[in-house]
Nanobody, 121 residues
Framework: QVQLVESGGGLVQPGGSLTLSCAAS????????MGWYRQAPGKERELVAI???????NYADSVKGRFTISRDTAKNTVYLQMNSLEFEDTAVYYC???????????????WGQGTQVTVSS
């Protein structure tokens, strides 16, 4: 069984910083792209940032220059460093990994449970 566990969310003032982490564990054969998504109340889930297995990142326009995605292959972990946080960044943040399990012949998307980020003064 594969599991993704996020951590690092919380309450922060505008202009502040937070770092999210997401660790994948279980019977993993290989991990492809890993990414962060977010869902604000009343809105659809949207892509925030994604990083390929070759560590090539892509960002939503709304977070470019403020957020940085990175990964540690040895730890099966993806990070999201969030700087200059704004009220509009308030949402539940989810990580996603496209991976292949040891007992699977295909690649599938797995999601974490989500972590709340609240930007408030």
């Amino acid at each position: 069984q594969v599991q993704l566990v996020e951590s690092g969310g919380g309450l922060v003032q505008p202009g502040g910083s937070l770092t999210l982490s997401c660790a994948a564990s279980g019977s993993i054969f290989a991990i492809g792209a890993m990414g962060w998504y977010r869902q604000a109340p009343g809105k659809e889930r949207e892509l925030v940032a994604i990083i390929s297995s070759a560590r090539s990142p892509n960002y939503a326009d709304s977070v470019k220059g403020r957020f940085t995605i990175s990964r540690d292959t040895a730890k099966n972990t993806v990070y999201l460093q969030m700087n200059s946080l704004e009220f509009e960044d308030t949402a539940v943040y989810y990580c996603k990994a496209n991976l292949r399990g040891h007992y699977s012949s295909g690649w599938y998307d797995y999601w974490g449970q989500g972590t709340q980020v609240t930007v408030s003064s």
